[in-house]
């Protein structure tokens, strides 16, 4: 996932940079919109299709094993684990939450839109639909189809240049650009690229429209329309708007002179075409170094492994999940009977979670155990002590390798 980040951003930056540094102030518009599309798509498959992918969750990336919760009363009874290793990763439920989020928007913007044309009044033209709504708040266009409110007091001269402004949204298919970024937003929505490449995506919509527009009009008055109506509300939707926000900078566009641009446009795909190679070759260049610089396994503490340790004392021929169940079962019943609760937090009523950490070594011995959420001096020391008791463990494995690895046993003294 990391690795798919790097070569994601990697390419994103590139083809951003060209644009802002070579096309942003020329007037190739179709260009401009097509290297930005162009840059998204080559960032997306270049990463799916190249060697740098890996699995969702790399070891470096998950957090450390918390091994199922150890509750001990006055009454000790037989522990029952139904579960075994349950690490929650923080940014999973994060990213989880924020693609709903993402989606949830999406689908509120789709709605809008409808809502706004349920019960309108349409009118069929050649190649576009006008759709009369009260509900519209400013004219704006969704696929086919020209959104306008009837009881605006527009002349026909303006009723024009708005309807030739979003007939060319329409024409030019601008809508299935907004719904392509906004399905990679759905999965991309943390990143702040790509909310850059939607944004001058959008301005770059503009900008063609309204050079295309220009040409079938006069543009002192078109500019001068614009402006008078900029205090109409847009509709917070994926469309296409002629009142849309950087009027200033649209206007300044119209009036700038076309300039020879050939070179800079050369410079701007030939560097976008090259990104994949240029990330591969650094990505080669770092690989080079580790390899000449070996990580060396067998000092290196993981958080999680390939094969993770387990507690002696099951049958190895079971099912992965069973034996792991019933290693499970064993640490917690060894604890059971080791355990007491300590005579002074228990007269003084003292009760609490006690979260310790230790390491299982190559060796398979526990060691290094540490308090990292205390409820009382007395409590911690007998958890420490149950550790300083714990027998050897089957240790973890990586690359083949045993390996020292990381755990967390959270201990919870409860009293009835």
Request: glycine fraction near 4%; proline fraction near 4%.
């Amino acid at each position: 996932m990391i690795s798919f980040l790097y070569a994601f951003t990697f390419t994103m930056c590139l083809g951003l940079l060209c644009h802002f540094i070579f096309l942003r102030t020329t007037k190739h518009f179709a260009f401009q919109r097509s290297f930005l599309l162009g840059t998204l798509a080559l960032a997306v498959t270049t990463t799916l299709l190249g060697s740098f992918g890996e699995q969702l969750f790399s070891t470096s990336q998950i957090l450390e094993i918390t091994l199922p919760s150890i509750e001990i009363n006055n009454t000790l009874s037989s522990p029952t684990v139904d579960t075994y290793y349950r690490p929650i990763n923080v940014l999973l439920v994060v990213y989880v939450i924020g693609v709903l989020v993402t989606i949830t928007l999406l689908l509120k913007q789709f709605w809008e839109v409808y809502r706004v044309g349920a019960f309108a009044v349409i009118s069929k033209k050649p190649n576009f639909n006008i759709v009369e709504s009260t509900a519209v708040n400013a004219p704006f266009s969704f696929f086919n189809n020209l959104y306008i409110n009837p009881a605006w007091c527009f002349s026909s001269s303006e009723k024009r240049m708005i309807i030739e402004h979003e007939k060319t949204h329409i024409q030019l298919g601008h809508t299935y650009d907004r719904l392509i970024v906004s399905v990679m937003k759905i999965f991309l929505w943390f990143h702040p690229l790509i909310w850059i490449l939607e944004r001058e995506l959008i301005l770059v919509h503009e900008y063609q429209v309204d050079d295309r527009t220009v040409q079938q009009l006069e543009m002192k008055p078109y500019a001068t329309f614009l402006l008078n109506q900029a205090f109409l509300i847009p509709q917070k939707t994926i469309t296409n708007q002629i009142f849309s926000h950087h009027l200033k900078k649209r206007i300044n566009m119209m009036t700038q002179k076309s300039q020879n641009s050939t070179v800079k446009l050369f410079f701007s795909l030939l560097i976008l075409a090259a990104s994949p190679f240029i990330f591969s070759a650094c990505t080669e260049e770092v690989e080079n170094r580790t390899e000449e610089n070996p990580i060396n396994l067998s000092n290196e503490i993981f958080k999680v492994v390939e094969k993770m340790p387990t507690f002696k004392g099951c049958d190895e021929t079971l099912e992965s999940a069973e034996f792991k169940k019933c290693a499970t079962k064993n640490l917690l019943q060894f604890v059971y009977t080791n355990i007491k609760y300590p005579e002074v937090s228990r007269d003084n009523g003292v009760e609490g979670t006690a979260l310790v950490r230790f390491v299982v070594d190559k060796e398979g011995k526990v060691t290094s155990p540490e308090i990292i959420k205390s409820v009382s001096p007395d409590i911690d020391a007998e958890v420490l002590r149950i550790m300083n008791l714990m027998p050897d463990w089957n240790p973890g494995e990586q690359e083949g390798k045993r390996v020292s690895t990381y755990f967390n046993l959270p201990v919870k003294f409860k009293l009835q």
